[in-house]
């Protein structure tokens, strides 16, 4: 069955970066892009931004163009987003999301919280 | 991008139907078929339950179903039931491989 397995909860200082990994399990990892989603809390899901699992090629939601790196490691099936300059306001759930019209497995999330 | 436009919440008693709107604009729901709705339960990940505007997942009962009109998406649930309360997000490709997402409704079974 599909899998996508998230790393553990973080909690950084403003100004760190973070990255989280994506181990996706039950399918061919190359033919299938990774999104990846985030929810501050009590608000809707945001999108970040996406790498096509074969290719590499990667797009960014302008909003975290320049923080945000989306790669991925096809050895492993795994993908990682690492998101830099964190502030109080990156405080959130992140999520991957296999891409098949329509984001149709997701990982379990994963908590960043961001605080002196 | 902009944020999608979603009613803050909707409610109806068990067996009747409720209907959700997510409004965008010529650039994301009005240009692409490429809506997808999803239901979350607190604490849980999302959950897939319609894709490009109206085909459901395997597995997604056919009380849910889903519809465009211009730029503005429904996601309709036909005979609720108690484990439909949940939030329910919108999101619609928006051009140049990206999405955005709504501000979710939280649907309540009365």
């Known amino acids: 069955q599909v899998q996508l397995v998230q790393s553990g909860a973080e909690v950084k200082k403003p100004g760190d970066s973070v990255k989280v990994s994506c181990k996706a399990s039950?399918?061919?990892?190359?033919?299938?892009?990774i999104q990846w989603v985030r929810q501050a809390p009590g608000q809707g899901p945001e999108w970040m931004g996406w790498?096509?699992?074969?290719?590499?090629?990667?797009k960014y939601s302008q909003k975290f163009q320049g923080r945000v790196s989306i790669t991925r490691d096809t050895s492993a099936s795994t993908t990682y987003m690492e998101l830099s300059s964190l502030r109080a306001e990156d405080t959130a759930v992140y999520y991957c999301?296999?891409?098949?019209?329509?984001?149709?497995?997701w990982g379990q999330g994963t908590l960043v919280t961001v605080s002196s | 991008q902009s944020a999608l436009t979603q009613p803050r919440s909707v409610s109806g008693s068990p067996g009747q139907s409720v209907t959700i709107s997510c409004t965008g604009t010529?650039?994301?729901?009005?240009?692409?078929?490429?809506v997808s709705w999803y239901q979350q339960h607190p604490g849980k990940a999302p959950k897939l339950m319609i894709y490009d505007v109206s085909k459901r997942p395997s597995g997604v009962p056919d009380r849910f179903s889903g519809s465009k009109s211009g730029n503005t998406a429904s996601l309709t649930i036909s005979g609720l039931q108690a484990e439909d309360e949940a939030a329910y997000y919108c999101c619609s490709f928006a051009g140049s491989y990206t999405y955005v997402f709504g501000p979710g409704t939280k649907v309540t079974v009365l």
């Open positions: 999301a296999r891409s098949n019209s329509g984001f149709d497995y």
């Open positions: 790498i096509n699992a074969d290719t590499g090629n990667t």
């Open positions: 039950g399918y061919t990892f190359t033919s299938y892009a």
């Open positions: 010529r650039s994301d729901v009005g240009r692409y078929n490429y």
